[in-house]
Structure formats: structure tokens, C-alpha cells
């Protein structure tokens, strides 16, 4: 019996936890927000999208290696996305540049 109850429990805050950080954003109002805030606050994607991929282009193993199958593909990915602007020619510029790479030269 106490074991359901502690599920039931954990269940409950994993929701609330989960709907939350979707919910809130909605009702706070950014108006009063100073200037720097709202900067800060663009610029909040970019960051969390660089700090997910960076480390995977260039640590391999505990050090830092250029030759891999992430890195070289990020090359071509990134002057896709920069001339195109087009997120859908992005990604499968990636996923070819990838698939390509690490079946020819690390295959």
C-alpha cells in the first residue's frame, strides 16, 4: 500500500514538474521586463543549442579530435545553413554530409 502511494506520488510531481516549465512562460508577462533581460532572453536558444553541440563536434574519448564523423559533416551543414537559411536543407545536408563521411573515411 505505501508503495502505490509513493507512486501515485512521484507520478503526480513528475507531472506538475513537466507542465509547469510549459505553462508558466505563457502567463508571465514580459512587458515590465528590463531591456537587458529581454536580450539576454533571445539570445537563450542559440546558447542551449551550442552548448549541446559543441562538445559533441569536437570531445571524442576525453580529448579534443577535429577527425570525426561529427566535425567533418558540421562543415558542410553550417554553409548549407548559413546560404540557405533553410532548416529542412539543413538537416538533410547533415544527416547525408554524416551517413557519407562516416561510411567512407571512418568505415
Known amino acids: 500500500m505505501l508503495e502505490e502511494k509513493t507512486l501515485l506520488i512521484m507520478i503526480v510531481?513528475?507531472?506538475v514538474v513537466t507542465?509547469?516549465?510549459r505553462v508558466l512562460p505563457l502567463h508571465i508577462s514580459?512587458?515590465?521586463w528590463?531591456?537587458?533581460l529581454k536580450n539576454c532572453i533571445e539570445y537563450l536558444p542559440v546558447a542551449l543549442i551550442a552548448a549541446?553541440?559543441?562538445?559533441?563536434?569536437f570531445v571524442k574519448e576525453q580529448d579534443i579530435n577535429f577527425y570525426n564523423p561529427e566535425f567533418i559533416a558540421f562543415i558542410p551543414t553550417i554553409?548549407?545553413?548559413y546560404f540557405t537559411r533553410n532548416l529542412i536543407a539543413t538537416v538533410v545536408t547533415?544527416?547525408?554530409?554524416f551517413i557519407g563521411v562516416s561510411i567512407f573515411l571512418f568505415g
Do not use: D, F, Q
Request: aromatic share 8%; proline share 12%; hydrophobic share 50%.
Open 13 to 15: 510531481g513528475m507531472a
Open 19 to 21: 507542465y509547469l516549465p
Open 30 to 32: 514580459s512587458k515590465h
Open 34 to 36: 528590463p531591456n537587458w
Open 52 to 57: 549541446i553541440t559543441i562538445p559533441t563536434l
Open 79 to 81: 554553409i548549407v545553413a
Open 94 to 97: 547533415g544527416v547525408i554530409s
